[in-house]
């Protein structure tokens, strides 16, 4: 007989009800023949440390299916679960035991029932140093671990956690990599009738070997698991007041301190493909941005996108995420003072900050690749089509003296047709952008290179110089563009010009040569021509020899 429900009943405990000796029964039958040779005096129990009735079970030997046991006739059994992992947290105080004996830790394992059974969590406390581990079966909900984590660090010196398949929760996870770089984990393997536990330190990008017990130590920080990396600091009181400790030293800390540490915790972040919430950012930047008001966050927000933020043309505060997985409202409003527009609802800002987190990952990820685009945003705040226009926004540029005011309003030019009125100091942008939008490129672009002519006479240096070289920049690729609409009368007029200059060459050339024959043409002039001859030459010249 199986279960009441029908299922296999693969683990018991040996001895008694109330027995702490489990054992997974061989499913073969040659095996268990074996097992019972040796053990002929054992006794299985559906123990209450399984969450079972406390009866007596019985060994089913079969040959032609899968050995199992069996509550006697007439047995009522709700055993909630009875596959082999069933009894993973008694193995587990069986493997702590003796680890702590060959190590020679007075130490002790307490399984723990948090609401679901007896096999919820097992703790283990090295009792003269009060250090604590606890080994954790089922899932957790974010807030209850952290209430159950601010409880067990008052208690102890230090304190580590260590999760089971699926039982730690995403938000949980997100935390602990922030606060140590790393999550510990364990597994089982089973061997014969038992299960061996098997643990590791876990990342999402790099994670250390699975390795047994005896390859762990018990240190001064806590456990010791190879390959996690640096070891964690003590955890002496609650989450939140080690926090505050670790912010009273970064109580002095500037506006630019303040906003490289932002930076680089959400460079961190995009690098693991992370979205933290405020508080992790908190966490990993400074616990002195915990206490900031919603203001004061955006002004630290815009302030860092301003400085190091804008580099790799990411909206890197997109990243943020409230509690249940959008991004906090205020993000709108750092979206909206960073010239990307104002989004009209929770909807839009929502997915509008999943794809800058898409493109933040593509950036900063390990490896990298190709950003996707980033989503429009149209002047009513909706998500404008792929393709659209980017609509233009103000862009204020700071400049020796102060801000460059924006020239009085002027009517636009017949030939500008179809180019939003922008300010002088926008065309620069906007002719860098007019060379990556889609559509029409060519013909937009040269119309902003007109408009760019007009404006080199209203800006100061030295945005004049930097307009002029991205004028210079987009002729060059308007030139390099066969669908260019002034291409071929840009030819003509060069042809022309170039044949002017060659017709003037040449009357130049023409004229040189005429002059050349003249001179040519003349006699030249005897220099002696009229000189009278040396006294005595002609005498001299007519003297005969004698």
């Known amino acids: 007989m199986n279960g009441s429900d029908g299922r296999l009943v693969q683990t018991a405990v040996i001895g008694s009800r109330n027995s702490g000796r489990a054992i997974i029964l061989p499913a073969d039958a040659d095996e268990l023949t074996r097992w019972r040779r040796r053990h002929p005096a054992y006794t299985y129990w559906c123990g209450t440390q399984l969450g079972g009735c406390g009866h007596e079970l019985s060994d089913r030997l079969y040959r032609d299916k899968v050995c199992h046991f069996a509550h006697r006739p007439h047995t009522s059994c709700h055993r909630a679960v009875t596959g082999a992992a069933d009894a993973d947290h008694l193995f587990i105080k069986d493997d702590l035991a003796a680890w702590a004996g060959r190590n020679r830790l007075k130490a002790r394992a307490a399984s723990r029932d948090l609401g679901t059974g007896p096999g919820d969590a097992v703790d283990f406390r090295v009792g003269a140093d009060r250090q ?160 900031l008001a919603v203001p004061d966050r955006v002004a630290l927000l815009v302030a860092m996108e301003e400085t190091v933020g804008g580099e790799e043309g990411l909206l890197l505060s997109a990243l943020i995420r409230a509690g249940e997985g959008g991004p906090p409202s205020y993000v709108g409003d750092v979206v909206a003072a960073a010239g990307c527009g104002v989004p009209a609802t929770a909807e839009v800002l929502g997915r509008w900050c999943r794809r800058e987190a898409d493109r933040a990952f593509a950036v900063h990820g390990v490896p ?159 220099p002696l021509q009229g000189a009278r001859p040396l006294p005595g030459a002609d005498e001299a010249g007519a003297r005969k020899p004698r």
């Not at 002088?424 to 906007?430: L, V």
């Open 132 to 291: 604590h581990v606890r080994f954790q079966f089922s899932r957790l909900a974010h807030h209850e671990w952290h209430q159950a984590r601010r409880r067990l660090s008052g208690e102890s010196a230090t304190l580590d956690w260590v999760f089971g398949p699926g039982a730690a929760h995403p938000e949980t996870m997100e935390e602990l990599y922030d606060e140590y770089g790393y999550l510990l984990r364990f597994r089982f393997e089973t061997h014969g009738a038992v299960r061996r536990i098997r643990l590791r330190a876990e990342h999402p990008r790099r994670s250390s070997e699975w390795v047994s017990l005896d390859a762990c130590a018990m240190a001064s920080t806590g456990l010791r698991v190879p390959g996690a990396g640096p070891y964690r600091c003590s955890t002496t009181g609650s989450a939140a007041d080690s926090g505050a400790g670790r912010g009273a030293a970064l109580v002095g800390r500037s506006r630019e301190e303040q906003v490289i540490a932002l930076y680089e915790a959400l460079v961190s972040a995009a690098r693991f493909r992370t979205r933290p919430t405020w508080e992790a950012l908190a966490r990993t930047a400074g616990s002195d941005l915990l206490g």
């Open 368 to 526: 990298s690749r190709t950003a996707p685009p980033r989503l429009l945003l149209t002047v009513d705040g909706r998500l404008a089509a792929q393709g659209a226009e980017p609509v233009q926004h103000r862009t204020i540029v700071h400049v020796q003296g102060g801000l460059v005011r924006p020239s009085a309003a002027r009517p636009k030019p017949e030939g500008l047709k179809g180019v939003p009125l922008l300010r002088d100091t926008e065309i620069r942008h906007a002719l860098r952008s007019a060379r990556q939008r889609r559509g029409p490129r060519p013909r937009y672009a040269a119309t902003l290179v007109a408009r760019a002519e007009e404006a080199l006479t209203r800006l100061p240096e030295p945005q004049r110089t930097q307009l002029v070289a991205e004028m210079v920049t987009t002729r060059r690729w308007l030139d390099s563009r066969a669908d260019t609409p002034a291409r071929k009368p840009r030819q003509r007029r060069r042809a022309k010009e170039t044949a002017d200059a060659k017709r003037t060459a040449a009357a130049a050339a023409k004229q040189s040569a005429r002059a050349k024959g003249a001179q040519r043409g003349k006699k030249t002039k005897n």
